[in-house]
């Protein structure tokens, strides 16, 4: 998949990202402490604000502020309380407003410490602050590591649904220590889950069937690598997603619909897995499909114990899809699995929605 070990035998994977800006995924073990090290290969700050939230600054906060220290950078902890429901537009001013009144200037640094919800706003603020400082992610969940920290897409969301402010800003440097998932708790590590199944769905059998047994755990660095791999391919051909990378909101459509129903309950990934199975049973059902791969996808889902069902009505779903960002004009691309490791995209007009997801679900 193109990624390169680099250093010894055991040593971290490195992978580049070639878009606006091309930067490095450094994929290993116990990398935080070297943090402040691997960060000055690529910036020199005199100061960096840590962003990360309550339940992770506890964890990891001051051991990447100590190796900032050590290479002479001055670290300041910004956390703010974990979930969804901080990602906002009134978490992100806060932020901005404590960065101002430290002076942190256009030569300093955030860096994003946590999972996709601290990685998508502090993305975000790093590219407003003084009209854009440079931003590291450091992703801790699963789901960050292999999806979120990679690509440069930031974002907070609205009242009216998720990530409708955002912008596209890459980060300097993605630097993941796989160790840091050893804190995940169980039910986050699953979420992560339905992300790494999605890429296998996407293009990735060997990957596919790698994971469907439940036993990932045992294989996170090739499993983080590939997923990032896959990931740095589509970015590279389509940064702004006006096209191919459209491809990785497989299960995404009906996904952000359940989430929004839910109030954010329901986590991203129970929602995303929800969002597969029902697109691959509803293409099927529509001929869109040579062949219903749903039951895989489900069977692997339940593996890590995610949901499979969608507990809402056609209808509902409908109406919160129809105000989706992905919606253009009147159509919608919806990413259609073939079969595992074959999908493409179909562009559907926004009327005929209801009858598309009313056939399965
Ligand atoms: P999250 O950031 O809320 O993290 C999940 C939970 O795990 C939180 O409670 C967090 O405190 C905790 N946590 C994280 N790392 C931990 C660790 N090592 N030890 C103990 N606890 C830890 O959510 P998430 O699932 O990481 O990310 C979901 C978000 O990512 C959503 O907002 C979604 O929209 C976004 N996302 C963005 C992209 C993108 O390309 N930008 C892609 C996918 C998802
Ligand atoms: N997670 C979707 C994207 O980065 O495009």
Redesign the pocket.
């Known amino acids: 998949m193109g990624t390169s070990a680099n250093g010894s035998p055991d040593g971290p994977g490195v992978i580049t990202v070639t878009a606006s800006r091309s930067y490095e995924v450094i994929v290993g073990e116990n990398l935080l402490k070297d943090a402040g090290s691997y960060i000055c290969r690529v910036v020199s700050p005199a100061a960096a604000v840590i962003v990360s939230d309550d339940n992770v600054a506890p964890l990891y906060g001051q051991a990447v502020a100590a190796s900032l220290e050590k290479e002479g950078i001055s670290a300041l902890l910004w956390t703010f309380p974990h979930g969804e429901d901080s990602k906002n537009a009134s978490t992100l001013f806060s932020l901005l407003e404590f960065m101002a009144e430290h002076g942190i200037t256009r030569s300093d640094l955030i860096i994003a410490l946590g999972g996709g919800v601290t990685g998508d706003m502090a993305g975000f603020a790093a590219s407003i602050y003084l009209r854009g400082i440079p931003y590291v992610q450091i992703p801790t969940s699963l789901l960050a590591a292999v ?2 920290s990679v ?1 440069g ?1 930031t974002a907070v969301d609205l009242n009216a649904g998720k990530n409708l402010a955002g912008t596209f800003y890459q980060p300097r440097l993605v630097l993941c220590d796989i160790r840091t998932l050893d804190t995940l708790p169980d039910s986050e590590f699953s979420c992560g889950m339905a992300e790494v199944i999605k890429y296998g769905v996407l293009c990735d059998t060997e990957l596919f069937d790698l994971v469907k047994t439940g036993d990932a755990r045992r294989h996170l660095d090739f499993i983080i690598r590939r997923c990032v791999s896959i ?1 740095r391919d589509l ?1 590279k051909k389509d940064e702004y ?1 006006t096209g191919s ?1 459209q491809l ?2 497989l299960g995404h459509t009906l996904g952000h619909a359940v989430e929004k129903l839910s109030h954010y309950t329901t986590s991203h990934g129970n929602a995303v897995g929800i969002g597969m199975v029902a697109i691959a049973r509803c293409a099927y059902a529509a001929g869109l499909a040579p062949s219903d791969c749903s039951d895989d996808i489900a069977a692997a889902l339940s593996a890590y114990g995610l949901p499979t069902s969608c507990p809402y009505e056609t209808a509902q779903l409908c109406e919160v899809i129809r105000r989706d960002k992905k919606r253009s004009g009147q159509g919608i691309n919806l990413v259609i699995p073939r079969q595992i490791g074959d999908t493409y995209l179909y562009r559907m007009d926004i009327d005929q929605l209801e009858v598309f997801f009313g056939k399965c679900n």
Do not use: E, F, I
């Open positions: 999806d979120s690509g897409k990931k970015v997603d990378r990785l909101n």
